[in-house]
């Protein structure tokens, strides 16, 4: 017998997954369903023997939950052939078959029928809220494809501890949870996340880099000779200087701060090499750099760079302390992040600035990594501690609120995702194999 083709076996996928919807459905999602019926039927009980009537509708919802359970065995031994002869794959795993597939995928412009997130690109902060830092989240790969696993719904982050409540000032930490009903079995899904995680909120001192805040120099604020991890590009050190009168926020433990202060056109430069920088390559990477232009009516431009990738923003008008961000930003579409995109031999940051009139101030330079919840990246960021900055505190609340389709058209993304908790290429529309079997 032949070998199917690629595009059989993806038939094969839309075929397999459809039935296995239809099974889900028939269970608890449509007009007239398993679970409906029986929570129904519950509610109207009366008599003797209640309890053995009740105890076996638990055991045919139990059963009937079971056949979804089948679903990664039933999609598993096409991903094997589809890993073997669409994309040459010598794995006999199914999690690395299907790293396999998405890559070849990704090489042949491949995708298939998305769930259709939309995840909220503006944080939704809390109406008394004190504290002035905000979220930050990834939620595309490296490939710029939106990562469809897990469920939709609201996604809750409450600050639980504080400096009152045993957190250190800027490092509070928060509970991060899904808002809405959640899985209950098999045949009642939810619609939102049963995860719970934990942030803590990051400060300069929990960056990746050497002396973030500047604080360690040599030589005087006003006539610095070395900045401890830093090197200039230039060497002329006559084109900075330390501001201990305005900065982002104070340095741990003590009550004072630095920023760095450009004077002229340079480049602030420190190898990862520097402070032995190590990521885990499964995470994306976070380059935040605060900077005020205000203080002296600077213009120009700044530009910082992670490796092979950068970001810039114009300054001119900017009042007060603002924040550049190189592999996250507010709208969670980032791919810089991820290694794949910045690495390069001895991974460079620079702080690029291009002066045409007043001094800028740089501070807090933050690298990190953010923390996985439910499939996609979340990084929490405490505020300075100057002017009307304030750290969080305790019952300050955000949230994002994501929805999906979800639809039949997608089967086989959304099985894949419940599955295996993997996902594909994909988009909404003219998509190169249908989860619409043929």
Do not use: C
Not at 45 to 68: C, D, H, K, P, W
């Amino acid at each position: 017998m032949a070998d199917p083709t690629k595009a059989e076996l993806f038939n094969q996928l839309a075929h397999v997954t459809t039935i296995i919807e239809h099974v889900y459905e028939a269970g608890g999602v449509d007009g007239t369903n398993l679970k409906d019926l029986i929570d129904s039927f519950e509610q109207k009980l009366e008599g003797n023997q209640n309890f053995s009537i009740l105890s076996a509708l638990n055991g045919i919802r139990s059963t009937y939950g079971s056949v979804i359970d089948f679903a990664p065995t039933l999609i598993s031994p096409i991903i094997t052939d589809l890993a073997r002869i669409g994309y040459n794959s010598v794995e006999t795993d199914v999690d690395a078959q299907i790293s396999d597939i998405y890559d070849g995928m990704v090489t042949a412009s491949e995708n298939i029928v998305s769930r259709a997130f939309s995840f909220d690109s503006t944080i939704n902060v809390g109406g008394s809220n004190v504290g002035t830092g905000t979220v930050y989240r990834v939620t595309v790969d490296e490939n710029a494809e939106p990562i469809e696993t897990g469920l939709p719904g609201t996604v809750n982050i409450d600050i639980l501890r504080d400096r009152q409540s045993g957190t250190n000032p800027g490092n509070e930490v928060a509970r991060i949870y899904g808002s809405g009903k959640v899985p209950f079995d098999q045949v009642d899904l939810g619609n939102t996340t049963a995860a719970i995680g934990e942030l803590t909120a990051v400060r300069a001192e929990d960056s990746l880099l050497q002396n973030p805040s500047f604080k360690d120099f040599a030589g005087t604020e006003a006539s610095p000779t070395a900045i401890t991890g830093w090197t200039l590009n230039s060497g002329t050190f006559a084109n900075i200087a330390i501001d201990s009168t305005n900065f982002y926020r104070t340095n741990a433990g003590v009550t004072t701060g630095q920023a760095m202060k450009f004077k002229a056109t340079d480049i602030l430069k420190q190898k990862f090499s520097v402070n032995s920088i190590v990521v885990d390559p499964t995470l994306p990477v976070f380059l935040i750099v605060r900077y005020n232009r205000a203080v002296d009516g600077f213009s120009g431009t700044l530009r910082i760079d992670l490796g092979a990738v950068n970001e810039s923003v114009t300054l001119a008008a900017q009042t007060g302390w603002n924040a550049l961000t190189l592999g996250v930003d507010l709208s969670g579409t980032s791919k810089n992040g991820w290694m794949s995109n910045f690495n390069e031999n001895d991974v460079e940051i620079d702080i690029n600035v291009t002066r045409t009139g007043g001094t800028l101030l740089v501070d807090d330079v933050i690298l990190v990594q953010p923390t996985i919840f439910d499939g996609r990246f979340y990084l929490l960021t405490s505020a300075g501690d100057q002017g009307s900055d304030a750290d969080f505190l305790r019952d300050d609340t955000f949230n994002f609120a994501d929805t999906a389709t979800d639809g039949a058209t997608a089967n086989i993304q959304y099985w894949i995702a419940r599955a295996f908790g993997r996902y594909l290429p994909n988009q909404t529309a003219g998509t190169t194999y249908s989860s619409t079997p043929s």
